[in-house]
């Protein structure tokens, strides 16, 4: 276990990054302050032919078609225009200074970008974690699987865990570890979208009988993610934030609690004991039962030692934490 | 003139940011209004929309949308309608606007505004599609023409009879964005004057100015720096035309919250009745 993960000290996730998931990622703001001219490599002379050919007058429908097949396909604008239906020049007019297809790769580029950019806000431990050429080839691929099928970009990120597991192909970077950081980040962004609910208060805990805590069962709050990873990710993701640099670790399992209170994000990670405790009662176990779980699973007897010692302490952070969203006794 | 739907003037506002919540909400600065994107608060619960009821506890907001899709062939979408219309009416938003564009077709967006063939298929279209939308909002909405980078060779009239016709034949606002009529003259060359000339000023609800990029070769809408004055020069000409709210959209390098404000507030050197206005406008209310 590394040292970074036994100070479970649980995190703040603001500032920084954070306050970027909060991004008008939705703006209206065109991509473009980088659109540089299309390149063209193409037989000018073609073009000028096509530009003395007809105008094409098509239905809205066929020209919305074709102009969305162009400015969004995957490799060069040329490429796309040599697959579509028309040559550029057909239906578009060259401008005072561009040719119609250099004016068209404004919004080829814009397209791509703005997705890119997307995925940076949600994903920026990643771009940072496997360099931001892969990062660019990884979002470029899922941009290609994923297009946006909604009207926000809120969600959009939401496949890049499972895309990089189970669909990606590389070998510029470890896409176990990708997954699990991919995993914790979009966890914060679902966090962070989650509605507003109650949570168990500690006075509402404390207001149950002892004798009926073992019966009672503590259903996960909204605000909560309860996440095991292979590698200790947000102990990665934590020097991260703080400006330090860390290099990919090897592997080791962690797990790691991201929930929002107070209208702040926090992680946390948790001991095995904990964890157990933890996802037995989300799974609907009685407070008995998950506490039973430590000492039937395991024969840890440090986790034994350990639950008995802090049971009292953990469920204190744990409410004040927000993780809980109420607490049903009996029945 | 004053709109024709007495949408209330509000004075000068500023596009809501999330790096100027905190400055906003602990210091209260004597804004007219704020526009909101109106997507940023759509499909989500969560802290979004925490930040958006407080303001809204203390500022007129207008909602400004980028995915209506307006000009799109795909049916409009009911969802985003109905989500549209809860927003508008947990804010209480003054009115709501979006762009004359479409951003997609067969269920996928681009979350680009991309251009319209300006044909008469396209404004009878288009017209349909706004009173389709002004019936489910049950109000008038506004569209913004947005900053073009191509033209058609389809096209049989200008941008700007375009946008007068769909205004008149859909009753439908208009939102002039400036800027975007500056950076598509120069893109396209045509002559800024001649767009105004071509406004049917009694549906104009709201004038935006914004930064822009020029690249030399093309000009770039990209929200980014301080408003060039060819751009102020022409709000205050449409303004003479139209007394409706002017906002300041800044959407990258955003500077604080004060010198965004002070930007904003350039304004008044340029918009003869403007004044003292955008510094009283805290309780724009309209009264009788």
């Known amino acids: 276990m590394s040292e970074a993960r036994l100070d479970r000290k649980p995190a703040p996730d603001v500032g920084g990054a954070q306050e970027e998931l909060l991004h008008e990622r939705?703006?209206?703001?065109?991509?473009?302050?980088?659109?540089?001219?299309?390149?063209?490599?193409?037989?000018?002379?073609?073009?000028?032919?096509?530009?003395?050919?007809?105008?094409?007058?098509?239905?809205?429908?066929?020209?919305?078609?074709?102009?969305?097949?162009?400015?969004?396909?995957?490799?060069?604008?040329?490429?796309?225009?040599?697959?579509?239906?028309?040559?550029?020049?057909?239906?578009?007019?060259?401008?005072?200074?561009?040719?119609?297809?250099?004016?068209?790769?404004?919004?080829?580029?814009?397209?791509?970008?703005?997705?890119?950019?997307?995925?940076?806000?949600?994903?920026?431990?990643?771009?940072?974690?496997?360099?931001?050429?892969?990062?660019?080839?990884?979002?470029?691929?899922?941009?290609?699987?994923?297009?946006?099928?909604?009207?926000s970009l809120n969600g959009y990120g939401q496949h890049l865990a499972s895309f990089v597991r189970d669909e990606y192909v590389t070998e510029a970077f470890s896409t176990s570890f990708a997954h699990d950081l991919a995993r914790l980040e979009w966890a914060l962004v679902e966090v962070l979208h989650a509605a507003a609910?109650?949570?168990?208060?500690?006075?509402?805990?404390?207001?149950?009988?002892?004798?009926?805590?073992?019966?009672?069962?503590?259903?996960?709050?909204?605000?909560?993610?309860?996440?095991?990873?292979?590698?200790?990710?947000?102990?990665?993701?934590?020097?991260?934030?703080?400006?330090?640099?860390?290099?990919?670790?090897?592997?080791?399992?962690?797990?790691?609690?991201?929930?929002?209170?107070?209208?702040?994000?926090?992680?946390?990670?948790?001991?095995?004991?904990?964890?157990?405790?933890?996802?037995?009662?989300?799974?609907?176990?009685?407070?008995?039962?998950?506490?039973?779980?430590?000492?039937?699973?395991?024969?840890?007897?440090?986790?034994?030692?350990e639950a008995s010692r802090n049971v009292m302490a953990w469920f204190r952070e744990w409410v004040s934490g927000g993780f809980f969203g109420r607490i049903d006794v009996g029945g | 003139m004053i709109n024709r739907w007495k949408l209330p003037d509000l004075g000068v506002g500023l596009g809501l940011r999330t790096v100027h919540y905190r400055s906003i909400l602990e210091h209260s600065p004597p804004v007219g209004w704020f526009?909101?994107?109106?997507?940023?608060?759509?499909?989500?619960?969560?802290?979004?929309?925490?930040?958006?009821?407080?303001?809204?506890?203390?500022?007129?907001?207008?909602?400004?949308?980028?995915?209506?899709?307006?000009?799109?062939?795909?049916?409009?979408?009911?969802?985003?309608?109905?989500?549209?219309?809860?927003?508008?009416?947990?804010?209480?938003?003054?009115?709501?606007?979006?762009?004359?564009?479409?951003?997609?077709?067969?269920?996928?967006?681009?979350?680009?505004?991309?251009?319209?063939?300006?044909?008469?298929?396209?404004?009878?279209?288009?017209?349909?599609?706004v009173r389709e939308v002004q019936d489910f909002l049950d109000g008038p909405i506004a569209l913004e023409n947005p900053s073009t980078y191509v033209e058609f060779r389809a096209s049989t009239m200008t941008e700007w009879e375009f946008l007068g016709r769909l205004a008149k034949e859909a009753d439908c606002g208009i939102l002039l964005d400036v800027n975007n009529v500056f950076v598509s003259s120069f893109n396209h060359g045509f002559d800024p004057n001649d767009y105004l000339a071509g406004i049917p000023w009694d549906r104009v609800v709201q004038f935006h100015v914004a930064g822009h990029t020029n690249n030399g070769t093309h000009a770039v809408d990209t929200h980014i720096g301080p408003v060039i004055d060819d751009v102020w020069r022409l709000l205050g000409k449409a303004r003479a035309q139209a007394k409706s709210s002017i906002l300041l959209e800044w959407d990258a390098e955003i500077p604080t919250f004060e010198e965004t404000w002070a930007e904003a507030l350039r304004a008044r050197e340029f918009v003869a009745d403007l004044g003292e206005l955008g510094e009283q406008a805290k309780t724009p209310e309209v009264t009788s």
């Open chain 1, 197 to 305: 609910a109650p949570t168990l208060s500690l006075e509402a805990l404390q207001a149950v009988p002892p004798t009926q805590w073992a019966g009672a069962r503590l259903p996960k709050a909204d605000t909560l993610r309860l996440l095991r990873f292979t590698h200790p990710v947000n102990a990665f993701f934590q020097a991260f934030r703080h400006d330090k640099s860390p290099t990919i670790p090897s592997p080791e399992p962690s797990v790691t609690a991201v929930y929002r209170h107070g209208w702040t994000l926090w992680r946390m990670d948790l001991t095995p004991a904990m964890a157990r405790v933890l996802e037995a009662l989300f799974a609907g176990a009685t407070l008995g039962e998950a506490l039973g779980k430590i000492e039937t699973d395991e024969s840890d007897e440090a986790s034994v030692e």
């Open chain 1, 26 to 151: 939705a703006s209206a703001t065109p991509m473009r302050e980088r659109a540089e001219r299309a390149h063209v490599d193409v037989d000018t002379s073609a073009i000028a032919g096509a530009e003395t050919l007809p105008a094409v007058s098509a239905p809205l429908r066929s020209l919305q078609e074709w102009f969305a097949a162009v400015v969004t396909f995957p490799a060069s604008l040329d490429d796309g225009s040599a697959m579509a239906e028309w040559p550029v020049e057909r239906v578009l007019t060259r401008g005072p200074q561009l040719s119609a297809r250099e004016r068209l790769g404004v919004y080829h580029y814009a397209y791509r970008a703005r997705l890119v950019e997307c995925l940076i806000d949600d994903y920026p431990g990643l771009n940072y974690a496997i360099g931001e050429d892969a990062f660019d080839a990884l979002a470029g691929a899922y941009i290609v699987r994923h297009p946006s099928r909604h009207p």
């Open chain 2, 35 to 129: 526009e909101i994107i109106s997507e940023n608060y759509m499909h989500t619960a969560g802290k979004p929309l925490y930040y958006l009821d407080r303001i809204a506890e203390q500022y007129p907001l207008v909602m400004h949308g980028v995915s209506m899709s307006i000009g799109g062939t795909d049916p409009l979408d009911r969802d985003y309608l109905g989500e549209l219309k809860k927003l508008r009416d947990r804010v209480q938003a003054r009115w709501v606007s979006d762009h004359l564009c479409w951003t997609g077709v067969a269920g996928k967006n681009t979350h680009d505004l991309l251009p319209m063939p300006y044909t008469e298929e396209s404004l009878a279209h288009v017209v349909q599609r």
